[in-house]
């Protein structure tokens, strides 16, 4: 039986849906427990955060999973700025992984955001899970963080071709990834009880966001 797949804007009537959703995505994934779904929580008030691609996907209109874009910057060495995007979390529920559901959700947000005029993303994240979208190393469009380091994880995708002229940049993310975890802790605790505990995942992740490219 065909699945109807529907990808809309969230509304508020989501907001707990969605946070359940990221956390049992993201619990012990990273790190024993998660804080994504606090992320959530404090993102969407954020003025760098961006209704206009904060998304949901549908399948037989129950939602499986979300996207979340902000504001980001590259700035150039004599200063001049460009606004950029980056997205995260985005998630999908483990039971509809590996269906395609991330690819659906991924493509249709490139195309609401080359929409809304922008051309290019900065993600951290796995490379497994991106080169094949279309993202490649910072390295490879001179992008990098302050000290010129180039994080193995941090990852580049153009929405227009050749938007970026081999300029230097320096990327800066929005302050909201900065939380405060003793408050994403307290928020977490009234939430049904998960069990903390390691997976393999999280030393794939200590690598993949400790590497640095020379």
């Known amino acids: 039986m065909n699945k109807i797949i529907k990808i809309r804007n969230e509304e508020e009537a989501d907001y707990q849906r969605v946070e359940e959703i990221t956390r049992k995505s993201f619990w012990n994934l990273y790190i024993p427990g998660c804080n994504e779904h606090y992320l959530v929580h404090v993102m969407r008030a954020h003025e760098d955060f961006l209704s206009e691609l904060d998304l949901v996907i549908e399948v037989d209109n129950q939602i499986i999973g979300n996207i979340m874009y902000t504001k980001a910057k590259l700035i150039d060495e004599s200063g001049a700025e460009k606004d950029i995007l980056t997205f995260g979390p985005i998630c999908i529920l483990p039971e509809y992984q590996r269906e395609g559901y991330g690819k659906i959700l991924l493509e249709y947000s490139f195309e609401q955001a080359v929409a809304l005029g922008y051309d290019v993303i900065v993600i951290f994240g796995n490379p497994n899970n991106y080169v094949s979208r279309g993202f490649k190393s910072c390295k490879k469009y001179n992008i990098c963080l302050e000290n010129d380091i180039y994080p193995s994880a941090m990852m580049v995708k153009e929405l227009k071709p050749a938007v970026l002229d081999g300029r230097k940049w320096v990327y800066r993310q ?41």
Not at 174 to 183: A, C, G, R, T, W
């Open 174 to 214: 929005s302050p909201v990834f900065e939380i405060d975890e003793q408050e994403a802790e307290r928020f977490d605790a009234v939430l049904e009880r998960l069990e903390k505990k390691y997976q393999p995942s999280q030393e794939e992740f200590f690598i993949h966001s400790h590497s640095m490219i020379q």
